[in-house]
């Protein structure tokens, strides 16, 4: 009896101390940073110009660039950071479950969310739009959608917007990820795409002449960096750090480096909204 009441404790121990990697032992995001020097922060994996993972492994684009400006200002070098892949139906989970620190992955504030996670920002503010095959000349903007099928990915609102407000007789498609969505519109088995304007943007600009985003937006998405619930120094901290990134010029050289070539109009800064 005694065996196995000293197997489960360890087997507790082990779970608590080795589930993931974020941020669980620690009150704040501020304290991991500043004791271990280290973060695990989710970022998408496959929106080119915003998280994209590269051949060799690493990732790049705009989410990653201020994640990496976010955590230098938290006290955590580049070397220190572990990206790990997120995909829009597991951003909650993963910081509910301590498996990440921190998610800068195109991740839009809502209430909802707000009852599951804390949110810093915004420092990015998108619209919906669609992506269509450059030679649809029908497909001009949501209302147009009826009968036609779209495309979007489990955990996202933007496809039920469009079935709700704009063209009920649309047929929806769910996919894990854009660049699926991406595959089976230019493969002509789906008409659309819809999600933010700045996520189009990229995957027109990696199949230019194929691709065109239809520029007429009709949302405001404010992409926020999920963190644990309650939170409330973390939250202060990065807001902080943002605020810095829009100051001293770096939040736009990295969103020109990203997006700027796709020719997607680089907005200013947003707003912060602390609470």
Not at 74 to 83: A, H, M, N, R
Not at 224 to 229: M, P, R
Request: proline residues 3%; contains cysteine.
């Amino acid at each position: 009896m005694f065996g196995r009441s000293l197997f489960a404790v360890f087997a507790v121990v082990a779970v608590a101390s080795g589930c993931g990697g974020g941020s669980e032992s620690y009150a704040s995001i501020v304290d991991k940073a500043k004791n271990d020097k280290k973060l695990v922060i989710g970022v998408k994996a496959d929106q080119p110009g915003l998280g994209l993972r590269t051949p060799d492994g690493s990732f790049t684009g705009f989410d990653v660039e201020v994640a990496k400006y976010v955590a230098k200002q938290l006290g955590v070098e580049p070397s220190g950071i572990t990206f790990k892949e997120t995909v829009s139906a597991n951003r909650e989970a993963f910081i509910e479950q301590g498996q990440v620190d921190m998610v800068v992955a195109t991740y839009s504030i809502t209430d909802a969310r707000k009852q599951k996670v804390s949110f810093a920002g915004p420092y990015f503010v998108a619209g919906q739009d669609l992506l269509v095959r450059a030679d649809d000349g029908a497909l001009t903007g949501p209302e147009a959608l009826n009968g036609k099928k779209l495309c979007s990915v489990a955990g996202s609102t933007p496809a039920q917007k469009v079935k709700t407000e704009y063209a009920k007789e649309v047929q929806l498609q769910e996919e894990r990820t854009y660049s699926a969505c991406v595959d089976r519109v230019l493969g002509g088995q789906l008409d659309a795409i819809t999600t933010d304007n700045v996520i189009l943007a990229g995957y027109a600009a990696q199949h230019s002449g194929k691709l065109k985003v239809v520029g007429k937006t009709f949302s405001t998405e404010k992409y926020g960096i999920g963190l644990k619930k309650d939170d409330t120094a973390g939250r202060k901290a990065i807001n902080d750090a943002l605020e810095k990134m829009f100051s001293d010029g770096s939040w736009t050289k990295a969103l020109q480096a990203s997006v700027g070539a796709s020719g997607f109009t680089l907005p200013q800064a947003p707003q912060l909204e602390r609470y």
